[in-house]
């Protein structure tokens, strides 16, 4: 069964409450851990239930499973067990109280439970009650002693102490001595608690009555049920031994060091016996060799001398009571006590166990955070168990005790991955043993990533330049940006933001690859529209939430030689003249005129320059190269004309140039009238020119016209006619005679009659058709009325069958002054 006490509100807090079953034992809380307490008996099954420790330390079960809970025991065996999904705590393995504890009390072993998200640490220590499991046993079978027949009464004769493993109540308690008539029995107890017989002789022996004596020693310890063990001591009366042997110390007191080599000497004991001869002769042996304590020491039968022989190890005994005996060769004996004290070295290094480590840790994670849980223990006691853990100074964390033997690594400063992405920390473990030891362990840590770095430019603003009349989807140039954080979070978008040019959405004129960061045209630009686009480009990383930065960019077009110059001056007109009138009597550099143009370009592509092309007199004017200005070159004379004609070319300075002409007319003449009468021929010259164009395109349109008209026509006939002959040609129709009027019948019954009837049949298919003539009564008669002015054929032209020749069904009734009824019916 297991004894538990429980019942407390939280971790930070401890109420006390005591269940008794067996034994209480208390929980201790605070605020950075818990620790509980159980009590169980051993030999417990497997299985068996210790405790509900979700319930003792204030746990759901929700809190254990999320939290990952699990037991951590180091280097130890794993007795217990933690079901999370009951939050109880089960034996994994037997426990043997004798093999874990030895004669220790009270008996407990330790362990911790862990919780991740956040670290909680509790510390659960199990005690081990004792049963009684273990019979007192005798290392010897029998006991074999020689006693002179002259020992004196009261004489003491040590005997071998038998051995419990249990403890307590359940251990060695009494010694008996069935029954015999010369000795008795009494018992002492040691330092330690157990129990030894020594037995006195209460009556002389006599060799010759009774040379041998049989009897048993029992042991009997105080559990319930009683368990006992038993030895036979066989005892031979000797002949004459007056004196027993003494030692000179009732108890002797030696240390040894632990680790000491094998034969290391330790201290001699020393017993005198006042017999002379082989009856003096004293023989040194263990009275007891409890715990193995044969296999580490030795004494030399001879001289008393306590040697080691095996390894000792403070860790495990820290003092050792040897019981000696000194017999004389008349079987008289003499017992004394040799207490081996060992002092420790420190020969064990402290031993790091991590427990809990997590790794990869937030960037953000907040100062304080607990990385890792670590177990130190060193087995050395004192000074030499006294562990210090420590670690490199320069990195940002530090290392807090928590319960005993454990350490939390803290984070001492808010991280940042990009300037350190990784740590290696060494733990460094350090006892206080002279000379010290240590050990060390490494932990790596790594920084795991956080949105918590914006997109960064390249450069603060981007300018580029594009040539305009560019194809659409022509690259312009790149921007780029990046990302210090890592993987999805440095994964950088390249957006446009909604920014207005020139009236319009900026991703009309330009657009941008996400990915890349390349800018691509989206239409062909023209310099004489938009000289520059000021845009907005916005980089995004892929983060939850995205950040973003914007930077500026602007596209300067360039300009190029695309538009000729465009004349102002003189201007050009369809239907009248210009002329400048230079009068015959002006000088030379007379100015007549300047012609004045502009070009839209911008540049050296707007640079224009003017040249005399054509000219009726080329001797007679000039044109300035930059101004464009005319000037007469030479003295005007009555032999020159007076229309003067000349062609000016403008030409811009782009590559390749492009070019625009002029024509200046010139009178030179002296007045108005002069000036008047030369240039109305040329005037009506012109007039009907463009009158005569007009005309023979007038002409040529109205015939083609009517040509087509005509095709068409033809065609048309041909097809219908056409389809008037298969009509004809498919059709069985019977020919309708004709009567001429006032037709007499030959049979005397008078006028031909004003009504008859035909029926016609006929089915899609017209070889098929079918004619059906009126009934008997009328069959093959015709009858003629003399008051009647038509003819049969004129009635039947009136409506012809076969004005719808495709028609499904037709249906008709003709009704005349001669009442002709025709019924046409399609199968």
């Not at 081990?128 to 006693?147: A, G, R, S």
């Not at 063990?229 to 042997?245: K, Y």
């Not at 853990?389 to 939390?408: G, M």
């Not at 811009?652 to 008047?676: C, H, K, M, W, Y």
Request: proline share 4%; charged share 20%.
């Amino acid at each position: 069964m297991a004894l538990r006490h429980s019942g407390w509100q939280g971790c930070c807090s401890c109420r006390t409450q005591i269940w008794i079953i067996f034994l209480y034992f208390v929980i201790f809380l605070d605020i950075a851990s818990c620790q509980i307490r159980y009590t169980i008996p051993e030999e417990m099954k497997k299985g068996s239930l210790i405790g509900n420790v979700a319930q003792d330390l204030g746990l759901d079960l929700k809190r254990l499973r999320s939290g990952r809970a699990r037991i951590l025991t180091g280097e130890s065996p794993q007795y217990a067990d933690l079901r999370t999904d009951k939050g109880i705590l089960v034996v994994n393995e037997r426990m043997d109280r004798e093999q874990l504890c030895g004669d220790v009390t009270p008996c407990s072993f330790s362990f911790e439970i862990i919780l991740e998200n956040p670290i909680e640490l509790h510390r659960v220590i199990i005690e081990i009650v004792d049963i009684n499991d273990h019979n007192p046993n005798f290392k010897n079978k029998q006991i074999d002693l020689e006693i002179s027949e002259i020992a004196a009464v009261g004489s003491r004769f040590n005997l071998e102490s038998a051995e419990d493993p249990d403890v307590g109540p359940n251990s060695l308690q009494n010694y008996l001595l069935t029954s015999n008539d010369n000795f008795v029995l009494k018992q002492h107890s040691n330092s330690d608690g157990s129990k030894f017989a020594e037995m006195f002789l209460q009556k002389p022996l006599d060799r010759e009555v009774n040379p041998r004596l049989s009897f048993k020693l029992i042991a009997v310890d105080g559990g319930t049920p009683q368990r006992s063990g038993t030895v036979n001591i066989d005892i031979t009366v000797l002949d004459a031994n007056d004196n027993a042997p003494i030692f000179n110390q009732s108890m002797y007191r030696a240390t040894v060091k632990e680790n000491a080599a094998i034969g290391t000497y330790i201290t001699t004991v020393n017993a005198s016996d006042a017999d002379s001869g082989s009856s003096g002769l004293v023989t040194y042996y263990f009275a007891n060799q409890k715990g193995g304590l044969g296999d580490l020491f030795n004494i030399d039968g001879v001289s008393g001398k306590l040697t080691v022989t095996g390894k000792i190890d403070f860790e495990r005994d820290k003092k050792y009571e040897i019981r000696v005996g000194a017999k004389d060769q008349g079987g008289l004996d003499d017992a004394s006590k040799v207490i081996i004290e060992v002092i420790d070295v420190n020969d064990n290094a402290p031993l790091i166990s991590v427990m809990s480590f997590s790794s990869p840790v937030s960037e953000d994670a907040p100062t304080g955070t607990t990385i890792a849980v670590i177990n130190v223990k060193d087995s050395d006691s004192e000074k030499n168990g006294q562990i210090t853990c420590s670690i490199d100074s320069f990195l940002p964390f530090k290392i807090k005790s928590s319960l005993t033997n454990y350490y939390n690594l803290l984070s001492d400063v808010v991280f940042d991955r990009e300037t350190t992405s990784e740590y290696n920390i060494t733990i460094t473990a350090t006892d206080s043993g002279s000379p010290p030891l240590s050990s060390a362990t490494t932990l790596r840590i790594v920084i795991s990533d956080v949105n918590d770095n914006a997109p960064i430019f390249t450069k603060k603003s981007y300018s580029a330049h594009v040539v305009e009349n560019n194809e659409p989807g022509v690259s312009i140039f790149t921007v780029s940006a990046r990302d210090v954080d890592w993987n999805q979070n440095a994964r950088v978008s390249y957006l446009l933001e909604d920014t207005q040019v020139s009236g319009s959405q900026a991703s009309t004129h330009v657009s941008i690859n996400s990915e890349t960061g390349v800018l691509y045209a989206a239409r062909s630009f023209d310099y004489e529209q938009i000289k520059a686009l000021q845009l907005v480009v916005k980089a995004q990383d892929g983060g939850s939430p995205p950040l973003s930065s914007n930077v500026s960019v602007k596209i300067l077009i360039q300009d190029q030689n695309d538009n000729t110059p465009q004349v102002l001056y003189p201007v050009q007109t369809g239907g009248s003249l210009v002329a400048e009138m230079v009068p015959r009597s002006v000088d030379v550099g007379y100015l007549v005129t300047k012609v004045v143009a502009v070009d839209v370009d911008s540049g050296q592509n707007a640079w224009l320059s003017y040249k005399l092309q054509k000219a009726t007199d080329r001797a007679l004017f000039e044109v300035g190269l930059q101004n464009g200005e005319i000037r007469t070159i030479r003295q005007v004379t009555d032999k020159d004309s007076v229309k003067q004609r000349l062609t000016v070319i403008v030409e811009d300075n782009g590559q390749p140039s492009r070019s625009a002409t002029v024509i200046v007319n010139v009178a030179v003449a002296d007045s108005f009238p002069e000036v008047l009468s030369e240039f109305t021929d040329f005037t009506h010259d012109k007039e009907y020119n463009d009158n005569l164009t007009f005309y023979l395109v007038l002409a040529l349109a109205v015939v083609s016209f009517l040509f087509i008209t005509c095709l068409v026509v033809i065609i048309s006939v041909k097809i219908y006619r056409w389809r008037q002959s298969r009509i004809l040609y498919h059709s069985n129709l019977p020919v309708i005679p004709y009567y001429p009027p006032r037709y007499s019948d030959t049979l005397g019954t008078g006028t031909l009659q004003h009504v008859y009837n035909y029926e016609v049949c006929r089915t899609t298919d017209s070889r098929k058709s079918d004619c059906k003539v009126g009934n008997a009564g009328s069959q093959n008669v015709l009858i003629m009325d003399p008051s009647s002015k038509g003819t049969m054929q004129r009635i039947q032209t009136e409506k012809s069958i076969l004005d719808e020749p495709d028609s499904p069904l037709e249906v008709s009734s003709i009704t005349t002054t001669s009442h002709v009824v025709v019924h046409e019916c399609l199968f």
